[in-house]
């Protein structure tokens, strides 16, 4: 399940914020202050960073199948370095991102389980063990992994968007298995979307999926609905988005009944390739208008 999964392949050479005040390690060296530990750590992550730089760009500077021989040498380095330092969480975390990058994600995910028994209050790795939950269908465990995330990362607009998915995803399981009633869910689907789409106001991505979450719900609120949509167009580029969030606005100003504006709204999109979503919006309005007349 790919919206699960958007931070699985993460290269940051740097722990994100939420980890970074680890207590120090015991090694130090004497000129830098730096642990060896810390040292191999961030070698290790910048040769993988430059491998996946290679793999992404599709070249293989060292030679047919070079690339994948040099990860394995990486895993192998890996491997060891835990052996060596079993109780230290960051090689954990760092190894169990590359395990997520090559698809080995059940081992990835032993890697975040052991770094979570040592300290259960790191919000990335409530958040990995999450997304192999979810993408496993633990839609139960999942919740509780993702909520852990939030309440210990609240700033991270990535962790509240990753949980309304999870809700809308699995939101008919969590109401027949009666873990959430579906104004519950609803609710809370909404309202992480929102904080998203509010922690990261210039993210296109999480300002599109909030406004869309409106035709998610049961009953929606469409005045809130259109201002969600405002928003969206005042970030996005002139061009086929700007047409296709007219189309947005025109269906929503149905909903509220603003049918004079939604034709001249709907009207205006000219772009041929939302073309069929123009007559589906245009459909909807003259339904309106004949059900409007019939008063």
């Not at 990535?158 to 579906?182: M, V």
């Not at 609710?187 to 991505?205: H, I, S, T, V, Y």
């Amino acid at each position: 399940m790919l919206l699960f999964m958007v931070c699985g392949g993460c290269q940051s050479v740097s722990p994100p914020p939420a980890i970074r005040d680890q207590p120090p390690t015991p090694a130090r060296h004497e000129a830098t202050g730096v642990s060896l530990l810390d040292q191999k750590m961030m070698d290790l992550v910048a040769r993988q960073s430059a491998i996946f730089r290679h793999i992404d760009n599709k070249r293989d500077p060292s030679g047919e199948g070079g690339l994948q021989l040099r990860l394995k040498e990486l895993v192998h380095e890996w491997e060891l370095l835990l052996t060596n330092n079993p109780d230290e969480i960051m090689p954990y975390i760092f190894y169990g991102k590359l395990l997520r990058r090559v698809d080995k994600n059940e081992h990835a995910n032993r890697m975040f389980m052991k770094a979570n028994r040592l300290d259960p209050n790191i919000a990335v790795v409530n958040q990995q063990i999450g997304n192999y939950l979810a993408e496993n269908g633990d839609y139960g465990l999942a919740l509780g992994y993702f909520l852990k995330a939030i309440e210990l990362s609240p700033e991270s607009a990535l962790y509240s968007f990753q949980l309304g998915e999870l809700l809308f995803h699995f939101r008919d399981h969590y109401e027949a298995d009666k873990i959430l009633d579906r104004p519950t869910l609803e609710r809370q689907m909404l309202a992480a979307f929102k904080m998203a789409a509010q922690l990261e106001p210039d993210n296109r991505d999480f300002q599109f999926r909030y406004a869309e979450a409106y035709y998610d719900l049961e009953t929606s609120d469409w005045e809130a609905a259109l201002a969600a949509w405002e928003a969206v167009g005042e970030i996005i580029k002139p061009g086929l988005e700007t047409e296709a969030v007219k189309l947005h606005r025109a269906k929503v100003l149905t909903h509220l009944g603003r049918l004079a504006e939604a034709r001249a709204l709907a009207e205006e999109v000219t772009e041929p390739s939302l073309q069929q979503s123009k007559e589906q919006v245009l459909e909807l309005l003259s339904e309106a208008e004949e059900d409007q007349e019939g008063f």
